[in-house]
């Protein structure tokens, strides 16, 4: 069972900036970004595989980099100009095989962190 453990969430202006870190278990293949609204389904935000390739929900291209150190077995997402659609609870996931974009494919989720952007 890998356990994933995030961080990082708050509260900001829009414009502002925020890093999430999701510390896992063990090293994992594939690792991603996940949010969740409230009164909406959970999305997929951005994901990233073992060849460090990373994929993004078109909503964040070009605001959100997706990262992860696999010495300290650490995924970030770093959050700049930030909108208030951004809003939601963001959630860890990881895959030991396949990178997809569905939540049902990811069998393995943190906790979450809250990110609020108001003003």
């Known amino acids: 069972q890998v356990q994933l453990l995030e961080s990082g969430g708050g509260s900001v202006q829009p414009g502002g900036s925020l890093r999430l870190s999701c510390v896992a278990s063990?090293?994992?293949?594939?690792m991603a970004w996940f949010r969740q609204a409230p009164g909406l389904e959970r999305e997929f935000v951005s994901s990233i595989n073992s060849r460090d390739t990373a994929t993004y929900t078109a909503p964040v291209k070009g605001r959100f980099t997706i990262s992860r150190d696999n010495a300290k077995k650490t995924l970030y997402l770093q959050m700049n100009s930030l909108k208030s659609e951004d809003t939601a609870m963001y959630y860890c996931?990881?895959?030991?095989?396949?990178?997809?974009?569905?939540?049902?494919?990811?069998?393995?989720w943190g906790q979450g962190t809250q990110v609020t952007v108001s003003s």
């Open positions: 063990e090293l994992i293949s594939c």
């Open positions: 996931a990881a895959d030991r095989r396949y990178c997809r974009t569905s939540k049902n494919a990811f069998p393995y």
